[in-house]
């Protein structure tokens, strides 16, 4: 993970007990296991929302499709009211 092999973790743990002392180092080896837990717990939630928002966001950013109206909805086709291009029923000047 960090590149570190067995000699370094030796060493590490070595000043770790001359720091601490022989009373103190496993009780700090239990808050630090704690700790490496809480956070891998809390990455692992985090990496599934992410998934999960990426699973329901359209491929081109769009975002979620918005809803289709019914075709009963959808106005019927032909002029507008009041446009130019209507026929008002009277014929040439």
Do not use: C, H, W, Y
Not at 5 to 28: C, H, N, T
Not at 42 to 58: K, L, N, P, T
């Amino acid at each position: 993970m960090f590149g570190i092999g067995f000699p370094e973790l030796l060493l590490i743990l070595a000043v770790a007990l001359l720091v601490f002392g022989p009373k103190r180092l496993p009780e700090l080896a239990r808050t630090l296991g704690r700790v490496v837990g809480r956070v891998r717990a809390a990455s692992r939630g985090f990496q599934r929302e992410i998934e999960r928002e990426m699973r329901d966001v359209d491929p081109f950013g769009a975002g979620p499709s918005p809803p289709v109206p019914p075709p009963s909805a959808a106005p019927p086709p032909g002029p507008e009211a009041g446009s130019d291009n209507a026929p008002s029923g009277e014929k040439g000047p």
